[in-house]
């Protein structure tokens, strides 16, 4: 049996698209979790502004299951995963299901707690989408009709490792990461996988836990546990270099094999470990559940990050000058509180490169990054999970509705109806501003999108 086989991984060859077409589709689509590879959360699309948000119409549409994530917006279609891993494309116009990709081990699924909370991502000729389910594999669907091109395993038992951070795509490869599934149970380890866009193939892996081991291993036959790579953005990608950036969960940390309660950036390829920054109460966060890897830093201009956590803190990083592995704490340039000194489970909208905003339970807030320190422009105490920047607008969901700041000031504009929220947040693409409904730990087949245009 080949390599290939073994994987269980199926070719099919597509056509790219030139780049003047791509260009022009860029205008109007959000590609990917984040709207880019960097996952800014930030698009320069500025047709809804702030005399116009407050006119859009609410487009309610019922689905066949929950997506417990964001949609991306890509050739004229909005396309998203459910929790149990269907994928669907939909009219814009009129929410009508263009296709529809139920993967083989659905039926075994619905209903269960196996899920994802993945969000897809387009490839980068923008002639396919890329596609999680809770049988630990990754798809590549055609875009026209939702024909699968390939298919390939990331995880060697997906009833403990799931597939919940949303996809990332740069210079040719998939990027994905793991996690576990609500309650922690072991064994399951973070990792991050690459792949070849043209063929699934899996370039390379870089296990949180056990890192000495360059496979996709058996969760089992690592001594260490957890760790997981969870964050909705998964991998980022820095712009200046191309190196990934992730945040990991609850786990050991030895800085040798064992990177839990990390921010880790790796080689482009995950081939290797460049660099880390590691709380110095990394074993109590271990100790207490409290997750630095609840969200991933925020790439900042001149190679700045923040990264937030569950311990309701927000830390100013600068990542090209942290020193290479080794087995030291600390090394943060400032704390400061996240908004209501309440947890971040979502992650930061980066706009201009130097204004960071943040959303949590308890509020909203503007940090602009001036002389190598974050200082607030503004806050409120409005609700929140990962907030998006299109033009110069910022849209935050929180509990039943979108509210709609301007950016520099936080003057709020509009609010959009809507229903209960978990870890979704909007996408702004060709006038339109789109946000799912539901919670994936309900168990749900059915679910609501909104439109609103």
């Not at 487009?59 to 998203?80: A, C, K, N, Y």
């Not at 897809?120 to 630990?136: E, I, N, Q």
């Not at 690459?194 to 193939?201: F, K, P, V």
């Not at 190679?303 to 090394?331: C, M």
């Amino acid at each position: 049996m080949t390599k290939l086989a073994a994987l269980g991984v199926v070719l099919l060859v597509v056509a790219t698209v030139p780049a003047a077409a791509r260009t022009a589709a860029a205008t109007t689509d959000w590609p990917l979790f984040g709207y880019d590879s960097a996952r800014h959360n930030a698009s320069p699309d500025g047709r809804i502004t702030s005399d116009t948000v407050s006119r859009l119409h609410r487009l309610r549409v019922e689905l066949d299951g929950t997506v417990d994530s964001s949609p991306i917006f890509v050739g004229g279609r909005i396309v998203f995963t459910t929790t149990y891993g269907r994928t669907e494309a939909m009219s814009p116009a009129n929410g009508k299901i263009l296709w529809r990709f139920t993967p083989p081990s659905y039926a075994s699924m619905a209903g269960t707690s196996r899920i994802t909370n993945s969000s897809p991502a387009a490839s980068t000729d923008r002639r396919a989408v890329y596609a999680s389910s809770p049988d630990g594999r990754i798809r590549k669907l055609r875009l026209s009709d939702g024909k699968v091109l390939w298919t390939t395993r990331l995880t060697r038992d997906p009833t403990h490792e799931k597939l919940t951070a949303s996809i990332n795509v740069s210079r040719g490869r998939v990027i994905m990461t793991t996690g576990g599934y609500i309650g922690d149970a072991p064994p399951y380890q973070g990792h991050v996988v690459t792949l070849t866009e043209q063929s699934g193939r899996i370039l390379h892996v870089w296990n949180s836990l056990c890192s000495d081991r360059k496979e996709i291993i058996l969760p089992s036959s690592c001594s260490s546990s957890d760790s997981a790579i969870w964050s909705r953005n998964g991998a980022a990608v820095d712009p200046s270099n191309g190196q990934l950036v992730v945040a990991t969960g609850n786990g050991p940390w030895n800085g040798r094999t064992d990177w839990g309660d990390s921010m880790l950036v790796l080689a482009p390829d995950a081939s290797r470990l460049v660099r880390h920054w590691t709380p110095t109460d990394q074993a109590q966060l271990n100790a207490t559940d409290g997750d630095l890897g609840t969200t991933s830093p925020g790439l900042l201009a001149g190679g700045y990050g923040v990264q937030g956590g569950k311990d309701a803190k927000i830390r100013l990083l600068e990542l090209h000058s942290l020193p290479g592995v080794n087995t030291k704490l600390g090394g943060e340039l400032q704390t400061v509180a996240a908004p209501g000194n309440t947890a971040i489970f979502g992650e930061p909208a980066i706009w201009k490169g130097t204004w960071a905003f943040f959303a949590t339970g308890g509020g909203t807030e503007a940090w602009l990054l001036r002389n190598g320190r974050l200082h607030t422009v503004w806050s409120n105490r409005n609700d929140g999970t990962s907030p998006v920047v299109a033009g110069s607008l910022l849209y935050v969901a929180g509990q039943n509705a979108v509210r709609v700041y301007v950016a520099p000031s936080g003057r709020q504009v509009a609010s959009l109806p809507t229903g209960p929220v978990h870890w979704q947040s909007p996408i702004v693409a060709a006038g339109r501003v789109i946000i799912a409904e539901g919670n994936a730990n309900d168990h749900r087949t059915n679910g609501v999108l909104d439109i609103f245009r």
